[in-house]
């Protein structure tokens, strides 16, 4: 009877297994299938995005060499009206809906024919030192230029991307300049077409990580430059194949997805094609779990084991977050204790070392007179003072960056990022003042209340080559505090031996 029930139990082990083999292979390909038909969609869709695109780059170019032959070779228009010369510089071009202006610049910056009708002749602008001028100014092989998104109030509803051609004259030399102001609405509306589904993006970038345009559209996304993003920088890497893809985490938004690119011809932009893995997989997602209902009613026991085995491993799970997060906060105040405030400070001096525009600045909080507290309060009383600071540096940091930490005893250490030195000092006088103002009674302080005294340093990239030093001069400026009567703030001046209040 006991080996029947070693046999049978073997048998249906066998039959779970093969159940399991058969779904799991059947899955797998089925997941294949759908990545592979994802790939091929989205390069199908970036490719007609790219054509298009190219396409009307291409009509606009020769739209601009029409304007620039006919300003250079003009015919006998003396009896003309001022409409019909308009119409033989512009023709139907300055009419197109994306088109905001048609122009040319001679040698030396200075509007000469415009499609602008309500450009005020009295208002004279020289663009010699634009950017779309001096490039063409500078070489005579640029070719067509194409602008950074430029906000310009010509009648457009979205900024305007700028195309620009060089005018030579016969011997070669540099004549000026023919250019056209495109509404970026026109990449907006092209992109909206299109279908991208759940989480679904659609992007314009220049190779230099320059956004154009992205679908969802929100007017701060145009101009931001995302050069330092992980994925642009992969992408970057995969460019000399003019086209790819990957599955990539976004930074912004947390989404998973599918990236598809692919480089405009003669262009510097970038197609960019997001689509979220789930919408992707949410069909083969609905499979696997009808599989898996099926595969757990049918293997009621193995599931039923499975899940204690879920459960005590989220137990565990849950009680290592919790000794992990014992392990990096300061029991008494809850702040982040000595060891977390370093790795913090560590990370944030890191991060300014790799950006040139990347800086911070710390504030170092020293109770006055904590000794005289514990001694005629106790130290139980100055727990609840230290407490009450904690409190409070909690409810004036409301920036995600922003850190506090215990630095030992009754000091505390607040990382302030990408704030300067007048923000920091309006931090701690607010601080300071707020502290100040919980009136908790202190005998033993002229002031009669517990105050804090506060050193102000912002990370000077001269006389800061570590991290110690900021926190030095921190220090050193508490220091300046207190031998100035405490219960203030000084900030910590490089170059001068005592900071200023």
Not at 392 to 406: F, K, P, S, T, Y
Request: net charge neutral; with cysteine; charged share 20%.
């Amino acid at each position: 009877m006991g080996r029947l029930q070693k046999y049978l139990a073997l048998i249906l082990g066998l039959i779970i297994m093969m159940v399991l083999s058969i779904c799991g292979a059947s899955l797998y390909e089925g997941y294949r299938q759908t990545r592979i038909s994802a790939i091929t969609e989205a390069n199908n869709v970036t490719l007609i995005v790219q054509r298009a695109i190219s396409r009307n780059m291409e009509i606009l170019s020769l739209a601009m060499d029409t304007l620039a032959y006919r300003y250079q070779h003009p015919l006998d228009l003396t009896h003309a009206s001022d409409e019909e010369r308009y119409n033989y510089l512009f023709g139907s071009t300055a009419a197109a809906h994306h088109i905001t202006a048609l122009a040319i610049l001679d040698a030396d910056g200075y509007v000469r024919v415009t499609s602008r009708r309500s450009a005020s002749p009295s208002v004279v602008v020289n663009y010699s030192e634009r950017t779309y001028f001096t490039v063409h100014r500078d070489s005579a092989d640029a070719g067509l230029f194409i602008s950074r998104p430029i906000k310009a109030n010509l009648g457009n509803e979205l900024p305007v991307v700028v195309l620009s051609k060089r005018l030579s004259r016969k011997d070669g030399s540099f004549d000026g300049v023919v250019l056209m102001a495109l509404d970026m609405s026109y990449f907006r509306d092209l992109f909206t077409g299109l279908t991208l589904g759940e989480d679904g993006i659609m992007s314009l970038y220049s190779d230099d990580g320059v956004t154009y345009m992205r679908v969802p559209y929100h007017p701060s996304s145009i101009g931001r430059e995302i050069t330092n993003n992980p994925n642009f920088q992969r992408l970057r890497a995969m460019l000399v194949d003019n086209d790819g893809n990957f599955f990539a985490r976004a930074h912004t938004d947390g989404v998973e997805r599918l990236y598809t690119f692919r480089r405009i011809p003669d262009a510097p932009l970038i197609v960019l094609l997001g689509r979220s893995e789930r919408f992707i997989f949410k069909t083969w997602y609905d499979t696997l779990y009808s599989v898996l209902l099926l595969l757990i009613i049918f293997t009621a026991l193995a599931g039923v084991l499975l899940m204690l085995v879920r459960r005590e491993l989220l137990k565990r799970v849950a009680a290592e977050k919790q000794l992990e997060d014992l392990a990096r906060t300061d029991g008494l105040t809850g702040l982040l204790n000595r060891r977390s405030l370093d790795e913090a400070l560590l990370a944030v001096w890191q991060r300014s070392q790799r950006s040139p525009t990347a800086g911070f600045s710390t504030l170092f909080i020293d109770v006055d007179y904590f000794k005289r507290y514990n001694d005629t309060y106790g130290h139980e009383m100055g727990d609840t003072v230290l407490q009450a600071v904690a409190a409070v540096l909690r409810e004036h940091l409301q920036r995600q960056n922003d850190l506090a930490g215990r630095y030992g005893g009754e000091e505390f250490v607040v990382l302030l990022e990408q704030t300067d030195e007048h923000g920091a000092l309006r931090m701690a006088q607010q601080l300071c003042e707020a502290i100040y103002n919980r009136g908790i009674p202190h005998s033993g302080s002229p002031l009669g209340v517990i105050s804090v005294s506060i050193g102000v340093a912002t990370m000077n990239r001269a006389p800061h080559q570590r991290m110690e030093d900021v926190l030095n001069a921190a220090d050193h400026a508490l220091y300046i505090a207190k031998r100035e009567g405490r219960n203030r703030v000084c900030v910590a001046h490089p170059g001068q031996n005592d900071p200023l209040a």
